[in-house]
């Protein structure tokens, strides 16, 4: 019996080895012979369903197989990094600038040659090591201050309104949106708000909209300040040091958000940009710091009360000189990429599948209707920019004669930078350490994380 | 004689296996120590300079010490608390198998649930105080050792369960006739005898303290400022967020098994000295 038993045993054993070898055979010898499967690792979860839909058009259209993987939010990095090691590896990629770059330029093609690249309208946008082209933007995209414009109008309609300010359009400084802001949440029970911003979510992986998007804004000015002739991105990226010139600047617009936001301060490091979404959606909040992405969030969430015809942006002001002209926050930090290790047909594949989807009539139109991408290529008519409110008024701004804010957070010398950044606004906000300390971690991080 | 011709075959499916999937892994990570890559396949020799960065990293020696007081703390209270558990459901006490079960469910649960869990409850208490288990590093060690204490408890009961019911009652019973009193029992008759049993909790306890990641990055993710974030921990940030840190991270990996190899062998060696057979 026990005979028996073990020959069968070993029998199971040796047919798992077996197929397991053949398996991964037959796969190699597909990637040798045709490219009819290739693998897209998506960056924006809030579209992930979207690219699913889009490949299986295209596999209808072309027969080729697009594999669509979605990162989770804040971990991109660590999905690259394990899935490139595979054998089946990502055959597009999104690098975030520069930065970003760096890590990857031995897995980035040169795309010098591609039509995707002549579509580009600024060729200075795409991200170029020597003569090579290694990344190419797809999407612009704007932040600032979104407002809920029915709630603004119901202040301004206050009798109680203790300021002169009765537009949102005449809110052009930090002075008059500090005043109508704090007199706001004086009137809070009257606006039937909790409070006018949602929470400044701090939780793990939540807070990249302080430690980049806001950071931006207080870089911008001092890296331009160094040198106006060159973008705020490269001084950035080349600057061994920064002395975080404007940190007083950055705390007035973050003080103005904890002190008037819907949660207190001390449970902010539960809430998540999610949460704060959410708040935003069900009227709960008039503002929030966020970019035109969110607004699929949104209007996702059930019972929300965002009017779409009335809601803008206001600009990041923080009491710096001259921010009467300035605008929203327009860039990007999503780059196309080609793995350079994949076979060559694979990567004819995905050039093609690329080029599809931005310059096909039915590729545009999923890029326009159903991903709201505002891109920037010349491939995209004047009329066929996206639907969605916040793309609008994105596109509104970039008409504006106005100084567009870079998005210099682009160049921060790595994620760990950006971890202690966040690890000290944390502590700054629930009162464990001071402003002082923040400044210096943030100082110091550059200056550890450049070396 | 001819079984052992047939030796090689028989020992090779396993030997395989072992090779595959732990050795050669292992020697890669090794190797890979001292070098600098972004992925397995392209990696440039660098000699020990990984190593000279990861000792002058202060996040890391907060780590380390972060993680051996959190695992004294917690190999104690786990064995204290699970022992007394078992003492007690060894009684034939009414409803001995449900409350068993109960308290060795937690220990079915992953460590990323328990940590969200947990998360919910500790904030959830820490609201009445305007704060959240970020407020203090202190918060989110108890956090941790509560959290690992409910989860290990039961299985360690039940390790503890097993050792007590093999103890003979007739050396109890001569205890009593002895005269000896409870506690003199306990000392000298009963923990003596379950010393086989301590010496696998503390071993597993031990290793899986000094090992915790899913909870430490569920519950705290090391904030305040990676206050709280353990070795493990430690390692994954330094691998994924920097980049061109890999290798460092991976000198890290390194050093983190040489301290718990060290650490759980002389445990091992300590704590058998102190079986006894009968």
Known sequence: MKRIIAVMLCAVMMLLFASCGSNSNSQTNDTNKNANEIYFLNFKPEVSEVYNEIASVYEKETGVKVKVVTAASDTYETTLKSEIAKSEAPTIFQINGPVGYQGWKNYCLDLKDTKLYSYLIDKDLAVTDGDGVFGIPYVIEGYGIIYNGNIMDKYFNLPEKATDVSSVEEINNFEKLKAVVEDMTKNKSKLGIDGVFASTSMSGGESWRWDSHLASVPFYYEMKEKNSEVSTNSTAYNAKETEFKYHSNYKNLLDLYVNNSVSEKGLLSGKSVNDSMSEFALGKAAMVQNGNWAWAEISKVGGNKVDADNIGYLPLYMDIEGEENQGICIGTENYLAINSKASKEKQQASIDFLEWLFSSETGKKYVTEKLEFITPFNTFDDDETPEDPLAREVLDWMGRDVETIEWTFNSFPSQEFKNSFSDAILEYIQGTKNWDYVREAVVNSWKKERA | ?278
């Open chain 2, 1 to 278: 004689m001819s079984l052992k011709k047939y030796f090689p075959i028989f020992v090779l499916p396993t030997l395989a296996a072992f090779l595959i999937a732990f050795v050669i892994p292992f020697l890669l990570g090794v190797f890979l120590s001292f070098t600098e890559f972004t992925t397995i396949l392209d990696a440039q020799w660098t000699g020990i300079s990984n190593y000279i960065k990861a000792f002058s990293n202060d996040d890391f020696l907060n780590a380390l010490w972060f993680t051996v007081k959190f695992t004294v703390v917690s190999v104690i209270s786990i064995n204290i608390i699970a022992f007394a558990l078992a003492n007690l459901l060894t009684k034939g006490l009414k409803g001995t198998n449900i409350f068993r079960t109960i308290f060795f469910m937690p220990n079915l649960i992953g460590g990323i649930v328990l940590g969200y869990i947990w998360q919910l409850i500790i904030n959830g208490v820490l609201k009445f105080f305007g704060v959240t288990i970020t407020y203090d590093p202190a918060y989110g060690f108890w956090g941790l050792v509560i959290l690992l204490n409910w989860q290990l408890i039961g299985y360690m009961m039940v390790i503890y369960i097993a050792g007590l019911q093999n103890i003979p009652s007739d050396l109890q019973e001569a205890a009593k006739v002895d005269g000896a009193n409870r506690w003199q029992t306990l000392k000298n008759v009963t923990l003596p005898l379950v010393m086989p049993s301590v010496t696998i909790c503390t071993f597993l306890t031990l290793t899986n303290s000094f090992k915790l990641f899913d909870q430490n990055l569920a519950l705290t993710a090391g904030a305040p400022s990676q206050q709280t974030a353990m070795l493990a921990l430690d390692i994954y940030n330094t691998f994924y967020s920097k980049v061109g840190w890999e290798g460092v991270g991976q000198a890290k990996a390194v050093i983190f098994f040489l301290i718990v190899a060290v650490i759980s062998f002389t445990q091992l060696i300590l704590t058998r000295k102190r079986e006894v057979e009968h």
